[in-house]
């Protein structure tokens, strides 16, 4: 089992409260960019390990991923808002700085210790954050009216109480909160396992996120595609029971009708337009039509937006923001890397089938970038650093280990 109990290495903790301190991000102080508390870890890390300190050779699909990233930058060099290009560029190199103190220090521990901290700190995560919203709908005398209004973990947005943890946004805490789901699917014959998807479900549901719900819906059908017929039919019985006790739970104790609000959050789709996205990616495809091979610059179409068509707003969809703002050039690079990393991925499942829920958070990752706005968010780092770990073999592991005591 991943939470049995042995001897942990003097990494384990100093991990752990950097894996944790991602997901606090809403602690930060504002420089024109946002200082978040992993950053500062992580620089005091890498001056504490300086001296054993290793860059892993990259992998094929980290290569791509650098490339990618030097070019996206490189755009703002020619943007009409420079100033918007600095802030991003500062952004992705703090990310991936963080990625590569992300894989060195995760190479310094055993699989089981890692697997250990991601379920842990899953469980705090999701825990917390439910006891905020709880605070919040408390606090609010359980009153769901309103719209962009804020208590402790509970957004009030067009009526609708939406869970927003220990973050700012219920959309991304979706994709904050992936990994955990699928890895707590997949190590559900655990009683942590079992008490950690519980939670994760019900503070997936609770942020009722369209997209995100349907990322997460999908990606589950992916990772139990993988499992034993046995295995299979258990979940396929277990996962709408646990659904019922926690739709029946919330409505007693939070007095929330899922079920009804959700009814409305469909019906809302033709109306609202997606939230304005279909209006907004229209608007970003006449941008990259005049600007098609290099695009419009680094996170320059936040500013076009406001200029051409009178509101500055976000892409909410990944790809197309990459296409808009680095052109053809950049997609490209992108979707390599992109497809390289599912190649890698496959690679891994191909030879242990318990680790698909990589995929399954992988795709659910891959359908919420249609959405949001993420490329240079930590969320997006830390799961691919994720992937790099469980592409690290034990034997290499042993082999590391042996020459760090030499």
């Given at each position: 089992m991943i939470y049995e109990k042995k001897r942990l290495s003097n ?14 991000g809403n602690l930060n102080v504002n420089f024109g960019f946002a ?78 210790e890692f697997e250990r901290i991601i379920g842990t700190v899953g ?284």
């Amino acid at each position: 089992m991943i939470y049995e109990k042995k001897r942990l290495s003097n990494n384990y903790f100093l991990i752990f409260i950097l894996v944790f301190s991602v997901f606090l991000g809403n602690l930060n102080v504002n420089f024109g960019f946002a200082l978040k508390p992993h950053m500062v870890l992580m620089v005091v890390i890498f001056m504490l390990t300086l001296s054993k300190f290793v860059f892993h050779k990259p992998q094929s699909h980290e290569t791509f991923m650098i490339f990618f990233y030097v070019f996206y930058c490189l755009t703002g060099v020619f943007s009409t808002y420079p100033m918007a290009s600095i802030r991003l560029t500062i952004a992705i190199l703090i990310g991936l700085f963080s990625y590569f103190i992300y894989k060195f220090l995760f190479s310094n521990i055993t699989l089981k210790e890692f697997e250990r901290i991601i379920g842990t700190v899953g469980i705090l995560y999701n825990g917390i954050s439910l006891l905020f919203y709880l605070f919040g709908l408390i606090s609010n005398q359980f009153n769901f009216y309103g719209n962009g209004i804020r208590f402790y973990g509970l957004m009030l947005d067009r009526n609708m109480p939406r869970l927003i943890g220990i973050l700012s946004d219920p959309n991304i805490f979706v994709v904050s909160n992936t990994i955990f789901l699928f890895f707590f699917l997949a190590n559900m014959k655990d009683k942590k396992g079992k008490i950690g998807f519980v939670l994760a479900l019900i503070t997936t549901i609770l942020t009722f996120s369209r997209g995100g719900l349907l990322a997460t819906l999908v990606g589950i059908v992916i990772t139990i595609a993988f499992f034993s017929v046995k295995t299979t039919v258990k979940i396929f019985f277990a996962v709408p029971i646990i659904t019922w006790i926690s739709y029946f739970t919330v409505l007693k104790v939070m007095q929330i009708d899922i079920y009804q609000i959700f009814i409305k959050r469909m019906e809302s789709v033709g109306k609202d337009g997606g939230s304005g996205r279909i209006e907004i990616w229209n608007n970003g495809l006449s941008l990259f039509l005049n600007n098609p091979i290099q695009g419009i610059g680094l996170y320059n179409f936040r500013d076009y937006s406001a200029d051409f068509f009178g509101e500055g707003i976000y892409m909410h969809n990944t790809f197309l923001e990459i296409l808009v703002e680095s052109g053809v050039i950049g997609s490209v690079l992108f979707f390599i890397f992109w497809a390289l990393l599912f190649l890698k991925i496959m690679s891994i499942v191909s030879k242990d089938k318990s680790k698909a829920f990589l995929l399954g958070t992988y795709v659910s990752i891959s359908i919420s970038l249609m959405f949001l706005s993420l490329i240079a968010s930590e969320y997006l780092f830390l799961f691919l650093a994720l992937i790099w770990r469980y592409s690290m073999t034990e034997k290499e592991y042993l082999y590391r280990e042996r020459m760090r005591l030499e």
